[in-house]
């Protein structure tokens, strides 16, 4: 094992602990009201829809590596490509549940605190903060895509494509991250809070599955 690598393992194996807390928190969709199942989908659509790509983006701004701007490109690349938001609306139309403005406002202020954070253009944190975001969109989507059945959806494109392909951009951006780190001798540690930007990603995908608490809502993530 590199030192790279010794450095990233510990921290790769953190957020997968993170993400696991996370989707084990969810409610059962059996146990949700038609209503709630709408909300959950929509919510993520108005999240997803317009600031994945933004947020890559910002990431590809932030970093200096060779290795970094490689992966982030090839992503954006294949979201651009493939278009991945039509996916991401053309799934939430079939399961009728089209983001309203509602919806939006349920989400608007952890979002404009996600926005906030990916503006101050810290690359080592936004790395880490993607690859949480698609560590997780790729464990969601079985939840997502269930939400959308018991909804009486068949479209199941977007969740069938994230499940797959997340898991490959999630090691890519685990290696962006070593690259990144290594060259900007950045250290991982509790003193940098490399994690801040997965602090605040985390809150708003809670917003997201739990309108009403969310504030009440607190997975340890620095434990």
Not at 85 to 93: H, L, Q, S, V
Not at 140 to 150: D, I, K, Q, T, V
Not at 189 to 195: E, F, G, Q, V
Request: glycine letters at 4%; proline letters at 5%; aromatic letters at 8%.
């Amino acid at each position: 094992m590199t030192p790279r690598q010794s450095c990233t393992a510990p921290i790769q194996e953190h957020i997968d602990g993170v993400i696991h807390d996370l989707l084990v928190s969810f409610p059962d969709p059996e146990q949700l009201s038609p209503d709630e199942r709408r909300g959950i989908i929509a919510r993520y659509t108005a999240v997803l829809e317009g600031n994945f790509i933004y947020w890559m983006t910002a990431a590809y701004l932030s970093v200096a590596s060779e290795e970094a701007h490689s992966v982030i490109r090839d992503n954006l690349l294949e979201e651009v490509r493939d278009n991945h938001p039509g996916m991401m609306r053309k799934f939430a139309m079939a399961a009728d549940a089209f983001p309203t403005d509602s919806d939006a406002l349920a989400v608007h202020r952890n979002l404009h605190n996600v926005r906030l954070f990916v503006g101050r253009l810290s690359g080592v944190k936004i790395l880490l903060m993607m690859a949480f975001f698609e560590g997780f969109i790729s464990r969601f989507m079985p939840y997502l895509a269930e939400l959308a059945r018991r909804q009486g959806s068949a479209e199941q494109e977007y969740t069938e494509v994230h499940g797959v392909c997340d898991v490959a951009h999630t090691q890519g951006l685990f290696r962006a991250l070593e690259a990144e780190a290594a060259l900007m001798d950045y250290p991982l540690t509790p003193a940098t809070n490399p994690l801040e930007g997965v602090e605040v990603l985390l809150a708003l995908i809670q917003n997201i599955v739990h309108p009403r608490i969310a504030d009440q809502i607190h997975l340890q993530v620095n434990r």
